[in-house]
């Protein structure tokens, strides 16, 4: 019985890896969220097969705050943001001076890296 989790285990491991090859550079830049006041905690991601994008879901870092904010790109030239519900609490930058803690590295947390690869075609001759 343990085998046949342990072998189970091992393919949902190779399925991951694989899917994580699936995904190609879009864009080949930094993507980063505009910052919009508030502080957001990550809860989960999904690539979107269908419309080509990635999906990204964050929720107010506040407690008992019901605000949540969706996330869909493509590429740095193409991101969307929708809000559902609203805060109960002020912002949080106002009593903040640094707005890098809501910036999420997208392009990151997608690719496992900070920086896109180098391409020979952007490079001078």
């Not at 189970?8 to 505009?34: A, F, H, I, K, N």
């Amino acid at each position: 019985m343990s085998e046949a989790s342990s072998t189970r285990e091992t393919s949902m491991e190779t399925e991951e890896e694989d899917r994580e090859e699936q995904y190609t550079d879009p864009g080949g830049q930094r993507l980063v969220l505009p910052e919009d006041g508030h502080g957001w905690k990550k809860y989960g991601q999904k690539f979107i097969k269908k419309r080509g994008k990635f999906r990204s879901y964050f929720k107010c870092q506040k407690q008992n705050c019901v605000a949540k904010k969706r996330v869909e790109w493509s590429s740095p030239d193409d991101i969307r943001i929708w809000y559902e519900g609203s805060h109960n609490h002020a912002s949080s930058t106002q009593g903040t001076s640094s707005s890098a803690a809501n910036q999420y590295n997208l392009y990151a947390q997608v690719f496992g890296s900070d920086q896109p690869p180098s391409r020979p075609h952007d490079q001078d001759a």
